[in-house]
């Protein structure tokens, strides 16, 4: 009888507690997935009849030189994979919640040198809920190799004056340019870096000018004993590597070296630089814009000041016109992405923000009379 009694209280207790689960259960938040008949192409947009689709959580997951990369973190299946109804469903059950979702699509088999595609991604949200994907189209257009190597570029040359040296000192950018494999036209690579170096032709790669970005914006700051020379003479190298889960940051990964010369700005003792801009006042129904841009510092100007903000520059102008003529001098702020304008009433006073005035910059001008033969010289 004790045992009886042993093995009903045993059972009770396995009771108890199952139901104490059944009844916690309910209330941990989770969310679920299901795609329903992905629609899987390749890059020529023929259907892809025999693959693998993964699905993934977690932010980043489609990016190279995330573990695991061939086999996704949750689920893993071979399609077409269809019921009886022809439908294909996937389905991950007990997401966490806020979280981000991907799907990712292989042409063959999860492996290197094969090919595939993405969707999403979509993100699980704060509540409990049922994300569906029906019918998701992708195309595997992606290969699982290290990228192609990129060349290099400088660009965006631009100068200032130092005074006490009478040098030109210059700002420019070099930049990584991504490259496709001519041997499979539209079929791209991950990368998760970049690698740019920068020498003057014939030194050392020096390890301080190795930069681990796409692009780098190089500013000589020495007028001393300047790097980086603006004579239009001294050559200067540059080079850049990509790199992802595949490879791609060995030294045998740089692609080939670019090479280039700083524009000579004149300088000290050299032939000055001109500009000179004919303006044109507003009309009845007829809106003028002037496009300006000044050379390089130091500027001799009509009013003999040097020209460094926009008040200046409407300064000259009035002073040129012997009247106030400049209502706004206006600009494209790149690193904030909007429009910016210099306001100025009929008295010459600036009624809005002041901006620095850039040699070799493009700026927009509005006046209320035309003035003829405006003209800047850059020493």
């Not at 130092?162 to 030109?168: I, K, L």
């Not at 000192?169 to 998760?192: C, K, R, Y």
Request: hydrophobic residues 35%.
């Amino acid at each position: 009888m004790q045992k009886i009694r042993g093995s009903r209280k045993l059972k009770f207790v396995k009771m108890f507690v199952a139901t104490c689960v059944f009844v916690l259960l309910p209330s941990i938040a989770l969310a679920h997935l299901t795609v329903k008949n992905p629609e899987v192409v390749d890059v020529a947009g023929k259907p892809v009849s025999n693959g693998v689709v993964q699905m993934i959580i977690g932010d980043n997951t489609t990016t190279p030189g995330q573990d695991p990369y061939f086999t996704g973190s949750l689920h893993s299946t071979q399609f077409p994979n269809t019921d009886n109804n022809g439908v294909s469903n996937m389905t991950i059950q007990d997401l966490p919640l806020n979280t981000s979702v991907y799907i990712k699509a292989w042409k063959t088999s999860p492996r290197p040198g094969q090919y595939y595609g993405f969707y999403g991604p979509g993100n699980t949200g704060s509540a409990t809920q049922t994300l569906r994907w029906d019918s998701p189209k992708i195309t595997t257009n992606y290969k699982a190799a290290k990228p192609p190597k990129p060349k290099a570029t400088a660009e965006g040359f631009s100068l200032s004056y130092d005074a006490n040296t009478e040098r030109y000192l210059p700002t420019f950018t070099i930049s990584a340019v991504d490259q496709s494999d001519p041997n499979e036209p539209g079929i791209l690579f991950e990368t998760v870096g970049y690698n740019i170096a920068i020498r003057k032709k014939g030194d050392k790669w020096d390890p301080a000018w190795v930069f681990s970005q796409k692009s780098k914006t190089i500013t000589e700051t020495d007028p001393v004993k300047p790097y980086f020379v603006a004579d239009g003479k001294t050559e200067y190298e540059v080079k850049a590597q990509a790199w992802n889960y595949f490879g791609g940051n060995t030294d045998a990964d740089w692609g080939e070296s670019y090479f280039f010369k700083i524009p000579a700005s004149g300088g000290a003792g050299g032939v000055p630089t001109t500009f000179t801009f004919d303006l044109y006042g507003a009309q009845p129904n007829k809106l003028m814009v002037n496009s300006i841009t000044i050379p390089s510092n130091n500027l001799k100007s009509p009013k003999e000041i040097t020209v460094s903000k926009a008040s200046d520059l409407a300064g000259v102008i009035n002073w040129k016109a012997g009247k106030n003529i400049v209502r706004a001098i206006c600009r494209w702020n790149t690193k904030e992405a909007k429009a910016e304008a210099a306001l100025f009433n009929d008295k010459g006073e600036l009624t809005s923000i002041d901006f620095e005035v850039s040699p070799g910059v493009g700026y927009q001008l509005y006046t209320t009379e035309d003035l003829p033969t405006l003209t800047f010289e850059g020493r």
